[in-house]
């Protein structure tokens, strides 16, 4: 299929909150087959257009379809299974389970026996769990991960946590995948291996959506930027053109003031 079949589409996505418009009536096609950046100053609503599109959030207004069909009114689980998946901007680990098993959390959507079933004693369970397990040990290594299998969330640093999460995120092969800051808390190396991982994870079926704030990050993997600004898009384009638009410009030359 091609970028325009399997895109991400929204229009006029209007959300509010007590009266007060956090998006307001937002145009947007996220394409297969493309890396697309997010990003706007705090607050301008990036994380309320990703919960709106997983589901978490009910716009009041507008419309979201991925590959054609409406997702209006589905529930998170349901867009899960088709594919949708997101990185969360706070890390979201279970801290009883190892690093290991969060990760096969995100793969579970793909098997039949769902995860319980896989966390639980029974024959059928057990094979899906292997398999599951070998499916989490792959994107634990495409992370640097391996050695931290076995270990808990909170016995890795705060980067480390949060590249598990996208692990999470990538391990049953979405078909759109929304990474909610993926490189904050990261360390020069693993922002460097992070973009390795999401370069080499771009393919011609994956919609891939990225809202972060590093902008070396956005300006050298993304193939269009959409910008953010108090609920409305003030820009989008190609990095360079992104970079030379003067609204862009001012509206971040005039948050480094705050
Ligand atoms: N559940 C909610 N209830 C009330 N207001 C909300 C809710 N979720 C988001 N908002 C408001 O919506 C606006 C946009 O917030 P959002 O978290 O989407 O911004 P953001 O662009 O992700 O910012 P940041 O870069 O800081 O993560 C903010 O004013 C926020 O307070
Ligand atoms: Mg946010």
Known sequence: MDQQTNALRGEAIALSFGGIKVLKGLDVEFRAGEITGLIGPNG??????F???????????????????PLD?????ARAARGIVRSFQHVALCPDLTVRENVMIGVARNHDAGWLSAFLPLPKGRAEREEMSRNADAALADLGLSEMADK??????PGMQRLVEIARAIVGKPS?????????????????DLMAVLRKLASTDLVMVVVEHDMD???SICDRIYVLNFGEFV???TPEEVRNNEDVV???????DD
């Open 44 to 49: 301008a609503g990036k994380t309320s257009l």
């Open 235 to 237: 820009a989008c384009g």
């Open 176 to 192: 759109v995948l929304l990474l909610d800051e993926p490189a904050a808390g990261l360390n020069n190396t693993e922002t460097q």
């Open 73 to 77: 009114g589905l529930p998170p689980a």
């Open 152 to 157: 808990l969330p909170s016995e890795l640093p």
């Open 250 to 256: 001012r509206i971040y030359l005039g948050s480094e």
């Open 51 to 69: 919960n709106c599109l997983t589901g978490a959030y009910s716009p009041q207004g507008g419309t979201i379809t991925y590959a054609g069909s």
């Open 217 to 219: 990050l956005v300006m």
